[in-house]
Protein backbone atom coordinates (compact mmCIF):
# COMPACT_ATOMS: atom_id res chain seq x y z
CA UNK A 1 0.00 0.00 0.00
CA UNK A 2 1.18 3.57 -0.93
CA UNK A 3 1.14 6.34 1.53
CA UNK A 4 0.95 9.96 0.23
CA UNK A 5 1.32 12.67 2.77
CA UNK A 6 0.71 16.33 2.07
CA UNK A 7 2.35 18.89 3.70
CA UNK A 8 2.44 22.68 3.78
CA UNK A 9 -1.20 24.29 3.52
CA UNK A 10 -2.23 27.21 5.86
CA UNK A 11 -3.68 30.23 5.66
CA UNK A 12 -2.32 32.43 3.26
CA UNK A 13 -3.22 36.28 2.15
CA UNK A 14 -4.53 37.08 -1.17
CA UNK A 15 -1.44 37.64 -3.60
CA UNK A 16 0.53 35.77 -1.47
CA UNK A 17 3.05 32.24 -2.09
CA UNK A 18 2.45 28.89 -0.40
CA UNK A 19 4.47 25.53 -1.29
CA UNK A 20 2.61 22.12 -0.72
CA UNK A 21 5.15 18.97 -0.32
CA UNK A 22 3.70 15.46 -0.90
CA UNK A 23 5.82 12.85 0.82
CA UNK A 24 5.21 9.26 -0.97
CA UNK A 25 5.82 6.38 0.86
CA UNK A 26 7.96 4.48 -1.79
CA UNK A 27 10.06 5.67 -5.15
CA UNK A 28 7.77 8.60 -7.00
CA UNK A 29 9.67 7.26 -10.28
CA UNK A 30 7.54 4.04 -10.59
CA UNK A 31 4.48 6.18 -10.72
CA UNK A 32 3.17 6.93 -14.02
CA UNK A 33 2.11 10.26 -12.88
CA UNK A 34 1.17 12.33 -9.82
CA UNK A 35 -0.83 15.19 -9.86
CA UNK A 36 -2.37 17.92 -7.25
CA UNK A 37 -6.10 18.14 -7.25
CA UNK A 38 -8.20 20.58 -5.12
CA UNK A 39 -11.77 20.70 -3.44
CA UNK A 40 -13.14 23.35 -2.73
CA UNK A 41 -16.39 23.31 0.28
CA UNK A 42 -19.26 22.34 -2.21
CA UNK A 43 -17.18 21.70 -5.77
CA UNK A 44 -16.37 18.88 -7.52
CA UNK A 45 -12.39 17.97 -6.67
CA UNK A 46 -10.35 19.13 -10.39
CA UNK A 47 -6.57 18.81 -11.11
CA UNK A 48 -4.57 21.40 -10.45
CA UNK A 49 -1.17 20.25 -11.99
CA UNK A 50 0.46 16.76 -12.90
CA UNK A 51 3.76 15.22 -14.00
CA UNK A 52 4.23 12.35 -15.55
CA UNK A 53 6.93 10.05 -15.04
CA UNK A 54 8.99 11.35 -17.94
CA UNK A 55 8.68 14.92 -15.99
CA UNK A 56 6.79 16.44 -18.37
CA UNK A 57 4.08 18.66 -16.43
CA UNK A 58 0.39 19.90 -17.12
CA UNK A 59 -1.56 22.49 -15.87
CA UNK A 60 -5.42 23.58 -15.76
CA UNK A 61 -5.35 26.71 -16.89
CA UNK A 62 -6.83 28.88 -14.23
CA UNK A 63 -3.16 28.41 -12.02
CA UNK A 64 -0.84 28.40 -15.83
CA UNK A 65 1.82 31.22 -14.90
CA UNK A 66 1.21 31.49 -10.92
CA UNK A 67 1.27 27.04 -10.10
CA UNK A 68 4.98 24.96 -10.82
CA UNK A 69 4.49 21.24 -10.15
CA UNK A 70 7.79 20.28 -9.03
CA UNK A 71 9.48 16.37 -7.79
CA UNK A 72 12.83 15.76 -5.69
CA UNK A 73 13.01 11.90 -6.04
CA UNK A 74 15.46 11.42 -4.26
CA UNK A 75 13.72 12.91 -1.70
CA UNK A 76 10.32 10.73 -2.94
CA UNK A 77 7.83 14.31 -2.63
CA UNK A 78 6.20 16.18 -5.50
CA UNK A 79 5.77 20.05 -4.84
CA UNK A 80 3.54 22.59 -5.70
CA UNK A 81 4.29 25.52 -5.64
CA UNK A 82 1.18 28.46 -5.91
CA UNK A 83 1.98 31.78 -6.19
CA UNK A 84 -0.33 34.93 -6.64
CA UNK A 85 -3.18 32.99 -4.73
CA UNK A 86 -6.65 34.01 -5.20
CA UNK A 87 -9.30 33.73 -2.42
CA UNK A 88 -11.53 31.21 -4.62
CA UNK A 89 -8.67 28.94 -4.32
CA UNK A 90 -9.38 28.40 -1.00
CA UNK A 91 -9.61 24.28 -0.52
CA UNK A 92 -8.42 21.29 0.13
CA UNK A 93 -5.71 20.41 -1.94
CA UNK A 94 -4.87 16.45 -2.77
CA UNK A 95 -1.79 14.65 -4.07
CA UNK A 96 -2.15 11.51 -5.87
CA UNK A 97 -0.21 9.15 -7.34
CA UNK A 98 -0.96 6.75 -10.33
CA UNK A 99 0.26 3.70 -11.57
CA UNK A 100 1.05 1.66 -14.72
CA UNK A 101 -1.75 -0.63 -13.76
CA UNK A 102 -4.53 2.16 -13.62
CA UNK A 103 -4.03 2.11 -9.60
CA UNK A 104 -4.84 5.86 -8.06
CA UNK A 105 -3.72 6.69 -4.57
CA UNK A 106 -4.64 9.73 -2.36
CA UNK A 107 -3.25 11.65 0.18
CA UNK A 108 -6.01 13.20 3.14
CA UNK A 109 -5.46 16.45 1.82
CA UNK A 110 -4.24 20.03 3.38
CA UNK A 111 -5.94 22.81 3.74
CA UNK A 112 -5.03 26.39 1.62
CA UNK A 113 -7.41 29.24 3.07
CA UNK A 114 -6.55 32.58 0.62
CA UNK A 115 -8.19 35.28 3.11
CA UNK A 116 -6.73 38.74 4.16
Known amino acids: QVQLVESGGGLVQPGGSLRLSCAAS????????MGWHRQAPGEQRELVAS???????NYTDSVKGRFTISRDSAKNTVYLQMNSLKPEETAVYYC??????????WGKGTLVTVSS
Open 26 to 33: RSILGFNS
Open 51 to 57: IGRSGST
Open 96 to 105: NAATWLGITY
